[in-house]
């Protein structure tokens, strides 16, 4: 086991030991506040985008439901022909940078998240760990009433007009302190500051979302099978920030009887990581699907049935109603 992953766990299970990290949290905590400090008296350039920036993020480490938030709002937008484009840090993609992310885009260039927000909504999307200059390569090629970034919510030189904090209430904060001791980015002061959405499946905010569970779908089509059986053995593979919300996923769908097998969130997959003793189906997410596409094209003489359990974000009312005036302020119109 990694040792990111052993810290992983200990965050998970708030283990007594962090405490011999708290000096490096002490570390982190000023060197984030002296950084953020620099941006707001001017020390260090800021970035104003010629449309307006909304800005998707989380101060926890680790997967919060951010993604498929983002994917609802841009359909959402695009509903109402509000002309929304996505920038990213593209984190596992190689680029070259800024990279423009289409249907066609590999996740080893432009990043796992990137290439599944583009298949499920078709968004003009760049990518880059230059905020500005996917900006701007989004604005040569399209015309657009707003920019979504997906993340960069502590990326201090882009401003931004809207700010999204998703808060996924199955983890909390943990032991709320910061890097490493915990697995906060910042300060849980930082929620009062922004638009927070509560992720949660018993909503307790009137702005909360959850996420619904599509039907499995198969991945590879040269297989002997097409439908989908819960009460079968399947090797459970995982590579996103918090794995035990997709075994609770597997829960929701009845599934029982599987073998967990985690990596490390933006995996690069190999087709050796798919290969197991007992050739049984395997079952993932989406999100580590898009990766295994690419696999599947390289070797075609793979077979075993893998399974996609598909989520979808469901926004409370308060969420539309919120974004819809947040907008209209910004002088973006509704049709």
């Not at 480490?61 to 593209?90: D, N």
């Not at 590999?106 to 880059?128: F, K, N, R, W, Y």
Request: a negative charge.
């Amino acid at each position: 086991m990694s040792m990111a992953q052993r810290l992983q766990d200990a965050w998970n299970e708030q283990a007594s030991w962090l405490v011999v990290l708290r000096p490096l949290s002490w570390l982190y905590r000023f060197g984030f506040c002296a950084n953020k400090a620099l941006y707001q008296h001017g020390i260090k350039p800021v970035y104003k985008a010629p449309v307006p920036v909304m800005v998707i993020g989380n101060i926890t480490v680790g997967g919060s439901g951010k993604t498929p938030l983002l994917i609802q709002l841009v359909k959402y937008l695009q509903q109402h022909h509000v002309r929304v484009g996505v920038i990213s840090r593209g984190y596992g993609g190689e680029g070259p940078f800024p990279l423009l992310v289409t249907q066609r885009s590999e996740p080893d260039a432009a990043g796992d998240e990137p290439c599944l927000i583009v298949q499920s909504t078709h968004v003009p999307m760049a990518v880059g760990p230059n905020r500005q200059a996917s900006i701007e390569l989004l604005l040569e090629n399209e015309q657009l009433d707003l920019i979504i970034s997906d993340d960069g919510l502590q990326h201090w030189a882009l401003a931004r007009q809207i700010e999204w904090i998703v808060l996924d209430q199955n983890r909390g904060l943990g032991n709320e302190k910061l890097l490493p001791e915990g697995y906060l980015r910042e300060p849980k002061s930082r929620l009062s500051e922004s638009t927070v959405i509560e992720h949660t499946k018993i909503a307790q905010a009137q702005r909360n979302m959850h996420l619904a569970l599509g039907q499995p779908y198969l991945l590879n089509a040269n297989t002997d099978t097409n439908w989908f059986d819960p009460n079968q053995y399947f090797n459970a593979v995982v590579g996103i920030g918090f794995p035990q919300r997709f075994y609770q996923t597997l829960a929701s769908l009845t599934v029982q009887q599987y073998q967990a097998h985690e990596f490390p969130d933006h995996h690069d997959y190999e087709i050796d990581d798919l290969i197991f003793e007992n050739h049984d189906a395997i079952i993932t997410t989406e999100k580590d699907a898009v990766k295994f596409k690419t696999l599947l094209k390289q070797h075609p003489e793979f077979t075993t049935p893998i399974w996609v359990v598909p989520v979808e974000a469901v926004l409370s009312a308060d969420c539309y109603d919120l974004l819809k005036q947040q907008l209209q302020h910004l002088g973006i119109q509704f049709s």
